[in-house]
């Protein structure tokens, strides 16, 4: 059976052939794991594992693979999961050695033994992940995750010994991602938060055995992402698994961020136009993408979470480690934010608020290289670019293609290249002319002259970075402009009922009311809403006390005139029979009742 395991067929059907006696043999072990319960379903397997050490069958392991498949498709459906828990425990046997007794050869036929193993549960885990419910989904998890944490934990110099160890590690890895793919989508969540859970959180003294775990366990989170199909982004991103996986965005080591990027991108693309944006362009046509309406569910999903995540784009654009791949990814992640979530208004200003911010940073940080500037306007070029054609607002894409002409002619250093170097090894012009530069002005008049509902006024405010419920007293312009301000007082009176000028509703007024445009009532809004708060901004001081006193002054008399109106209140201490003791009128006696047994009643209500 060994010398012909190769040209066997991986069917689970008996060979037809019985005169060979590898076809005896396999016909024999089908019938044997056929008739095995539970109860003796591990005495029939611990040969095989024996017979598998004993020859050194598990590496090459074609031989393995092919034994424990017929065993699954042999065995019975319920008990099929039983045999992935004994390779498991066979696993734990070979991880369980004594350090001090560790010998270098005896190392490196561990290392290759183990991938062995592991190997064969990649290859039959599909066949019982079907049967695998509850608890014992996150069992198997847990103890390869260990497995994982065991292999970096091992110490050695011998450079063929780490090679082991890497393939081993890729072979977990690779085992995760074929046991999550025959997992429903709700697991595949749990698994990825599970494992989410499992990832030292980044510290200012991270050890080199905590960043090497968190890039292993990183890309098993990757590989079973990568099994998961996004329908919600609600679901994809619940708040637990969402928060830790951006504080490992800022991970001090570049390649942790550069997979934390890249599982991002597997969860919000889906619509397969990943491949399609893993590059920045700045000519040419652009890929074919059309952009979906934005559900109610992923647009109540960006309002709650969509500042948390640009203000970790924002963050980490500005580590002085970024390579060129790092600014690579976090231009995919923001155009794959804007093709998932373009046809909402408030994601596209909150983008482009994001992108100029970006675009300023070289001004005002001195601590970054020429080359981490020159990167930065490549990535707002591209961004701007892509976001130009993807509107197709004309005057937005004139603009675009203007500040592009103008770097190619003078400051080619601030558009990318084919050396997929991101400009990072760019020298920054000693002064930027203002026409290479992309004018956020511009943007805003081309978006209001798209006849789109864009809030044009807060795209010109700062974009200013800020956590998730994070408090704070001072306020900023974009908080002024936010503020929607109300001039009439709500109805705080009691008794007194708030007067309302009467309003014309007749066939004509809602006829005008019907053809009068929102953008033109926004407009206006928006008009009063800057006048009142620039008063308040270049008003003197002594013209607003005046204000306010003479508001108070009149709110005064208001009051007057109201309690003028409202009778005299009568005390309910002076009330007969009014239990109150500190009666006003002292002099006035209030009656006692009389006892009840004193009082007559009428036969009628006697018994």
């Known amino acids: 059976m060994e010398g012909h395991c190769g040209s066997l067929t991986e069917t689970p059907d008996s060979p037809q052939e019985e005169a060979n006696p590898w076809s005896l043999a396999e016909n024999c072990l089908r019938e044997l794991m056929g008739r095995a319960t539970f109860g003796n379903i591990r005495s029939v397997i611990r040969p095989v594992l024996k017979h598998l050490d004993n020859h050194e069958l598990w590496e090459p392991n074609d031989f393995a693979v092919h034994t424990f498949k017929i065993i699954m498709y042999s065995i019975q459906a319920q008990y099929s999961y039983a045999v992935i828990q004994i390779l498991m425990s066979h696993l734990d046997e070979k991880s369980r050695m004594d350090d001090s007794e560790k010998k270098k050869k005896k190392l490196k036929a561990d290392a290759k033994v183990r991938t062995g193993i592991v190997n064969v549960l990649a290859n039959i885990v599909s066949i019982a992940a079907g049967e695998s419910i509850g608890p014992s989904v996150l ?57 989410m859970g499992k990832v030292p959180l980044p510290t200012d003294e991270s050890h080199e055995a905590d960043v090497l775990l968190q890039k292993i366990l990183l890309k098993s989170l990757l590989k079973v992402g990568t099994k998961y199909r996004t329908v919600q982004m609600c679901q994809a991103f619940p708040s637990a698994f969402l928060q830790p996986l951006l504080q490992m965005s800022l991970a001090s080591d570049p390649a942790v961020r550069l997979v934390v990027q890249q599982i991002l991108h597997t969860l919000l693309d889906r619509h397969n136009y990943l491949p399609s944006l893993t590059k920045v362009c700045v000519s040419g046509p652009l890929p074919d993408i059309k952009i979906e309406k934005c559900s109610r569910q992923d647009s109540m999903f960006f309002k ?59 001004t005002k940080s001195t601590l970054l290289s020429s080359g981490q500037h020159c990167a930065m306007h490549i990535l707002v070029a591209g961004f701007l670019y892509f976001l130009g054609h993807l509107t197709a607002i004309p005057a937005f894409c004139t603009h675009v293609d203007q500040v592009l002409k103008n770097r190619s002619e003078s400051a080619h250093q601030l558009l990318p290249d084919d050396s997929f170097t991101f400009g990072l090894f760019n020298s920054l012009p000693e002064a930027i002319d203002e026409s290479v530069l992309f004018n956020s002005s511009v943007i805003a008049e081309a978006l209001r002259s798209s006849g789109h509902a864009y809030d044009t006024n807060r795209l010109l405010t700062p974009y200013i970075p800020r956590r998730v419920g994070q408090v704070t007293v001072t306020r900023s312009i974009s908080d002024l402009n936010s503020i929607s301000v109300e001039v009439d007082s709500v109805n705080s009176s009691p008794g007194i009922p708030r007067r309302h000028p009467e309003e014309e509703i007749t066939v004509e007024s809602l006829k005008r009311m019907l053809a009068e445009s929102p ?12 006048r009142i708060i620039e008063e308040f901004r270049t008003a003197a001081f002594e013209d607003l006390v005046a204000k306010a006193e003479q508001q108070t002054v009149d709110l005064q008399n208001k009051l007057n005139e109201i309690f003028g109106k409202v009778p005299a209140a009568v005390d309910i201490s002076s009330r007969p029979n009014s239990p109150h003791p500190n009666s006003r009128d002292e002099h006035r006696q209030t009656p006692l009742a009389p006892p009840v047994c004193n009082i007559k009643f009428p036969s009628h209500f006697i018994y």
Do not use: W
């Open 139 to 195: 069992e198997i998890f847990n103890s390869l995750l260990n497995h994982l944490r065991h292999s970096i934990d091992i110490r050695t110099t011998n450079e063929t010994d780490l090679i082991d160890e890497k393939n081993f590690q890729d072979c977990v890895i690779n085992t995760l991602g074929e046991f999550a793919n025959n997992l429903p989508d709700f697991q595949k969540i749990e698994i990825m938060m599970f494992i």
């Open 304 to 362: 709650k979470n969509g500042p948390d995540i640009l203000m970790h784009m924002f963050e980490s654009v500005q580590l002085a480690n970024n390579t060129a791949e790092n600014f690579q990814a976090i231009y995919t992640t923001l155009s794959l934010i804007c093709v998932e979530f373009g046809t909402d208004s408030d994601v596209l200003i909150e983008l482009l608020r994001l992108i100029f911010a970006i675009q300023e940073l070289p």
């Open 519 to 530: 953008t033109a009532k926004r407009q206006a809004e928006d008009e009063r809403r800057l």
